[in-house]
């Protein structure tokens, strides 16, 4: 597992901006978990995901990250999960342990994604499930407001991401069936652009300080008019251990 930059750096402005999906929430929530499950996030940043599902299924909860900050924001947030540092391609976990094993938007941080896959199957119990949440092609160039204010991202992330048709077939290669996609949408409204000025999206880092800056004036010019109208989508890649 690797990181683009430092993320150390942005854990503080992470932790106030990043939110849930609600959407991707409700997924994860109705994927079968339950009060006697253990679900671990594999890339859990500052907790968000992670936390939400232990205060309300109440179950076991699991969140690894390589980023030693970031993992001391989601301890301040909640003392039921356990948080650990940990690398998505060598998970320190006994076989057959977990119901669920998630990633939210971290899959094109994992070079080693065979690796990751063939992890998460080893300590998936029979019947658990795996989840993916990352952008297909289509969402990254249908971002709004990322990619229509930051077009340059649009081609750091292309290289980034994975195509969903290669994380299928990885799952398939390392023994995951029922495998499928279901993409989810959320609608709202921006009026504080903040966390784009504080860079707390990736992406935004890599590309040059003239585009940056160019894209938050854009930004600035559109809020006078009012709120900017955005949607956010995710697609989710689930598989399933059948023994």
Request: net charge neutral; with cysteine; aromatic share 12%.
């Amino acid at each position: 597992m690797i990181m683009n930059f430092d993320f150390g750096r942005i854990a503080a402005h992470y932790a106030k901006y990043r939110t849930v999906h609600p959407r991707v929430l409700e997924e994860l929530l109705n994927s079968g978990i339950n009060s006697d499950s253990k679900v671990l996030e594999v890339g859990c940043g500052t907790g968000n995901y992670i936390i939400y599902i232990e205060s309300i299924v109440g179950c076991q909860c699991w969140g690894i990250d390589v980023s030693k900050e970031m993992l001391e924001k989601a301890k301040e947030r909640s003392k039921k999960v356990n948080f650990l540092i940990g690398r998505a391609e060598k998970l320190e976990f006994p076989e057959d342990f977990f119901d669920l094993v998630f990633s939210v938007n971290v899959i094109h941080h994992i070079t080693a994604r065979r690796e990751y896959f063939k992890e998460a199957y080893r300590v998936i119990k029979a019947k658990g499930k795996v989840c993916t949440v990352t952008d297909s092609e289509w969402i990254l160039r249908n971002r709004q407001p990322l990619t229509v204010y930051f077009p340059e991202t649009l081609e750091v992330d292309l290289k980034r991401y994975p195509k969903i048709e290669e994380l299928q077939q990885i799952m398939a290669q390392v023994g995951f069936k029922s495998i499928r996609e279901k993409m989810v949408e959320h609608y709202y409204q921006l009026e504080d652009i903040q966390a784009y000025k504080n860079k707390v999206f990736s992406s935004l880092n890599l590309i040059s300080e003239e585009a940056f800056q160019r894209g938050i004036n854009r930004m600035e010019e559109d809020l006078k008019k009012g709120p900017i109208q955005c949607v956010s989508r995710f697609s989710l890649v689930w598989g399933e251990k059948i023994e």
